[in-house]
């Protein structure tokens, strides 16, 4: 053992030595000064400190331990931290873990359940180190933890009722201290004389296989044995000689054991082994032999009994596969095949489980399985499909029908309800009185087919603009079904609507000859009529007279239908007299007459399913409720004279945003107007603003105007004095500035040709403009083309005067409403069908409309019937999809399509479909 010198304690014997100065010292040397001198010059000297610790500050440390000088002098533990092996660490409590730099109780936490990272899925809590659906007895789900709100400090007695510092939680009351006999350790009372985890004193934990008696751990021995030695060992004190009767009273050479006491021979019924007495009968470190020990067993008690060794399980553990050398191997209170007892698995229909406290709980679901009824007991007894989320299959799997993903958002609708996902042009050719169909698709596009249309008596070919007697074809429509409708105007004449089927489905074999007779290019033009006056081309599904003779039919759109008719009705209006007609789109009969206090020029059908009025000079607009079952127009609205330029009171072409803002070109003005429709009668009391085009177009004639996809507006202008047409572009919310400068208008392409009309944006958003110019071509302007945009032009045009909505975006644009559809495969012939979920965004004004149908086979799924299930506002998910069809007298089969319906605001806001889930149960 090395000297240590103590330097305090030298000093003290200094001061004694200085303290007897003067005085004899009896038996010793006299001279006391140099004594002195010696011991206080022994203070300045260095201690010596044992082996492993080291000088710090001027005494030994073991930086191995020290908080103030971990691993090296000055390097001090934070508070909460203790220095182990020269590292400072997080000290937790007992029975919590360090886990991401905190202690946490992993036998709680849904962060960390069972260990550090495991993180319970969504609607799961931890408890006992395991996820589950519920809690196990006596604790208490607090925002997915599992708590004993008895002894939780931060849940005394109920969730989130924390103890005030300085309190403990005694049977759910905080209190300011433990009952009598009890300490506070980590906030709960505990017993230190009986807990394990808290031995004597908090945090000290007895080692496997120990109990605590009276605060101290010891070695917990099968019965009729005893605890002797350094390390502790069992013994039976009856029969060992180096403990006979009690710990450390070793027997003499020669003398054995026997029922304590040391003696010359074991009496009868005894065996000397190895000096100790014992019945090989009971001794487990002789059982049935001298030397045959039994166990140790790992989780149990070892025994013997009739001379056979014995295994007695502790609490919570059992020996399941009746092996000893292994001990009771299992936990019983944890083990997902062996819970609670040997051989009962944790075995759920369509689902996992876990083994919390010897329960089995049902912890996750098979994909495609749910929990529908909350019942562990029956496993996940029903069948989901989630579509969307972060989870579900992606919408694309689906039917989106003038919709579109939006990342953030989900489904959100894209356009009017349509059965066409055709990109069409539906160009007139006006000085021939037929109609192209272009097919946008292709780079570069194809002129598909011609169509004669009007009546006979009308066709001009060759002079056939503003000329009494020629059907002059103009202003174009298109329908939800992708068929168009062309005003034929009817100069002195009468004036007639040709609608033109857009799909093959949707003409009709009228001879009869099991094929479609109809023009396929640009030369095949088939004749008007056969001899019983039917159109010869049976893609031409009908032309009607409309109005009366030289009404001058100017103006067309189609407005956003109903149940009926989810294509929409033709509106057609006469400028000579101040009328909007209604028309049938199948028949082509009028259904309705409007007067309007305005002459029609053009005109465009909004969210809200009211029709607006485009004019010519009447320095006004109006408008018509299409939605009313008698409807009306509304008294004029007059434009604002006075903030333009030279008062000019003329429009040419009108269009509407997705806000709901109307737009109108200025023909013969130096600018273009926008309303945005106010709360009053007809959407009177507005706003509008004045858009200056005088730098870009340098000129004064605005002709068409559309929406773009990229929130701009586009209008087509010409500039007389150089008979060359410009495109112009400024962004739709700048109607909020009431003056939108000119500075704030772009010139986007100047094509060089005369007489611009039409422009319209198709599928791809690519912009297509018009010329009714004599030898023009149709014009392309394609933004999106890398490495920058490009122009070019396409011949096959015949002077085209029109300023309609000949490609259907500003249908598509104006009016978002989409819906979104999947089918659902529940696999067996006869589904209990139960909640159909939704997860959506509803802003104010949105609405959403879920219907459903079946069938056996995902063919017939075409030819079902759609019920109702649900409209949004006001119905709130989940819905009860099988009552829907019992409701309509259905009887649910294996395949059940969905379809979610969706409409935008008036105000442009629009809804969206998160998620979309239905369950249901096979028999």
């Keep these: 053992m090395s000297t240590s010198w103590n330097p305090w304690a030298i000093a003290l014997g200094a001061s004694a030595l200085l303290g007897a100065c003067g005085a004899p010292v009896v038996g010793g040397n006299t001279d006391g000064g140099s004594d002195v001198v010696m011991d206080v010059a022994v203070m300045d000297v260095a201690p010596s400190c044992d082996g492993g610790q080291m000088i710090c500050s001027g005494r030994c440390v073991d930086a191995q331990t020290d908080n103030a000088n971990c691993g090296m002098c000055g390097r001090a533990c934070a508070a909460g931290q203790s220095c182990r092996a020269g590292v400072c660490e997080i000290v937790c409590p007992s029975g919590q873990t360090v886990c991401d730099g905190r202690c946490v109780s992993t036998a709680g936490d849904r962060e960390h359940c069972g260990m550090c990272g495991n993180v319970c899925p969504a609607g799961q809590v931890c408890s006992m180190g395991a996820c589950g659906t519920m809690c196990a007895a006596g604790t208490t789900n607090c925002m997915g933890s599992c708590r004993e709100l008895q002894s939780d400090r931060a849940n005394c007695g109920m969730c989130g009722n924390a103890c005030p510092s300085g309190q403990v939680c005694v049977m759910g009351a905080c209190a300011t201290s433990c009952p009598m006999g009890q300490t506070e350790c980590a906030g709960q009372c505990v017993n230190t004389q009986t807990d394990r985890a808290n031995c004597g004193m ?108 014995i295994m007695t399980c502790n609490a919570g553990f059992n020996d399941c596969n009746a092996n000893r050398m292994d001990g009771c191997e299992v936990d019983t209170q ?142 174009v429509a298109i329908d939800g079904n992708g068929d168009v409708y062309v005003a034929n105007r009817g100069f002195g004449m009468q004036g007639t609507v040709t609608k033109i089927a857009g799909s093959r489905a949707n003409c009709v074999d009228r001879n009869g000859n099991g094929m479609i007779d109809t023009s396929s290019s640009a030369t095949s033009v ?28 100017r103006a067309i759109t189609v407005d956003r239908g109903d149940a009926s008719n989810p294509g929409g009705y033709v509106w057609v209006g006469a400028y000579n007299r101040s009328q909007f007609y209604k028309v049938h789109p199948r028949t082509g009969e009028t259904l309705a007459t409007v007067n309007v206090p305005v002459r029609p020029y053009g005109a465009v059908v909004t969210a809200d399913g009211r029709l607006w009025i485009g004019t010519l000079d009447n320095g006004a607009t109006a408008s018509i409720d299409t939605t009313a079952a008698m409807p009306t127009a509304s008294a004029a609205i007059a434009f604002p004279t006075a903030q333009r330029i030279g008062g000019c009171i003329n429009s040419y072409g009108i269009t509407a945003d997705s806000a709901g803002r109307l737009w109108f070109a200025g023909w013969n003005c130096r600018d273009a107007l926008g309303y945005a429709p106010g709360a009053g009668a007809g959407g009177a009391g507005g706003t509008w603003s004045r858009v200056d085009t005088t730098v870009q177009i340098d000129g004064y004639s605005g002709r068409g105007i559309t929406p773009g996809p990229d929130g701009y507006i586009y209008m087509a202008g010409e500039d007389p004095a150089e008979n060359n047409s410009r495109i112009v572009r400024w962004l739709a919310s700048d109607h909020t500035m009431g003056t939108v400068a000119a500075a704030r208008v772009e010139r986007v392409i100047t094509p060089g040709q005369t007489g611009p009309s039409g422009i319209g944006f198709d599928r791809r958003g690519r912009l297509y403009l018009t010329h009714w110019g004599a030898g023009t071509t149709l014009v392309r302007y ?31 644009t104006s009016i978002p409403e989409g819906s979104f559809t999947y089918a659902f495969d529940t696999t067996c012939a006869s589904p209990r069908l139960s909640n159909l979920s939704l997860t959506t965004d509803l802003p104010v004004g949105t609405v959403m409309n879920i219907s459903a149908r079946t069938a056996g086979t995902m063919a017939a799924l075409a030819a079902a019937t759609d019920v109702p299930v649900a409209s949004l506002p006001p119905n709130g998910s989940p819905y009860d999809l099988g009552a829907a069809f019992r409701a309509a007298g259905q009887t649910a089969a294996q395949f059940v399509r969905v379809t979610v319906s969706m409409r935008a605001a008036s105000s442009g806001a629009t809804p969206a479909l998160s998620a979309l889930n239905a369950a249901w149960t096979c028999p």
């Design 202 to 309: 908090c945090g000290t934990s007895c080692a496997a296989g120990q109990i605590c008696n009276m605060g101290v751990c010891e070695l917990s021995c099968a019965a009729g044995q005893t605890a002797c030695g350094t390390p502790a060992a069992c013994t039976n004190t009856q029969s060992d000689r180096a403990n006979c009767g009690m710990c450390g009273n070793a027997c003499a050479a020669g003398l054995v054991c026997d029922m304590g006491s040391c003696v010359p021979s074991c009496r009868m019924g005894q065996t000397n082994c190895m000096g100790s007495c014992t019945s090989t009968e009971t001794d487990p470190n002789h059982c049935g032999a001298c030397g045959t020990v039994c166990g140790p067993y790992a989780n149990a008690i070892a025994s013997c009994g009739a001379s056979m060794c």
């Design 334 to 475: 944890t083990s997902a095949a062996h819970c609670g007892r040997c051989g009962n698995a944790c075995n759920f229909a369509n689902g996992t489980g876990s083994c919390a406290m010897g329960g089995c709980r049902l912890t996750a679901c098979n994909a495609g399985f749910d929990n529908c009824d909350g019942i562990d007991a029956n496993g996940c007894e029903c069948r989901r499909t989630a579509v969307g989320g972060m989870t579900g299959v992606p919408f694309t799997d689906g039917t989106l029908s003038n919709a579109r993903v939006d990342p953030m958002r989900g489904v959100v609708p894209d356009g009017m309800v349509t059965t066409s996902s055709d990109d069409y042009l539906w160009i007139v050719n006006t000085a021939e009185s037929t109609v192209s169909k272009w097919d946008a698709a292709v780079n570069p596009p194809v002129q598909l087919a011609k169509y004669r249309v009007g009546i006979t008596a009308g066709e001009c070919v060759g002079a056939c603009c503003h000329t009494n007697g020629c059907n002059m074809a103009s202003r």
């Design 526 to 553: 088939l004749g008007y009529v056969n001899a019983i006056g039917q159109p010869v081309d049976e893609c031409v599904v009908w032309t009607a007279n409309v109005g009366n003779a030289d009404a001058l039919l």
């Design 782 to 812: 394609d933004p999106t083309a890398m490495p920058m945009p490009v122009t070019t032009t396409h011949a096959g045009v015949n002077r085209s005067y029109s300023y309609s909505d000949f490609t259907g975006s500003v249908r598509r």
